[in-house]
């Protein structure tokens, strides 16, 4: 096997799981992240890829979703809506209501 077509195949197969989440935090920075400047635009960006290429298959093996198209779109929720969530989840973890969901969850006798 042609070792260039290989290399090419493989870049084309991470572009195509890029993509989708590459385009939903494009669409998130433009219409919702009006004021970043270039650099804070570039790291949500590249944030919002990185969510959407390293959660997208979590939530789509969770899921037992099959289909490239619904595979796609997962990534793309995730590239447009991940750097809320996360902004979200850390605001949750950082006020200690994370911390005591657990402890009543799972330690219904701790209390802080």
Known sequence: MDPSTEVGTALWAMLAKLLPGAAGA???LLFVEKDLNRRQMAIALAAGVAIAYFMGPLIVSMAG???SGKQQSIGFLIGLFGLK???EAFRLINSGAVTEWIKRRFLPGERS
């Open 85 to 87: 969530l996360t902004k």
């Open 65 to 67: 979703i099959t289909g």
């Open 26 to 28: 494009v669409i998130q």
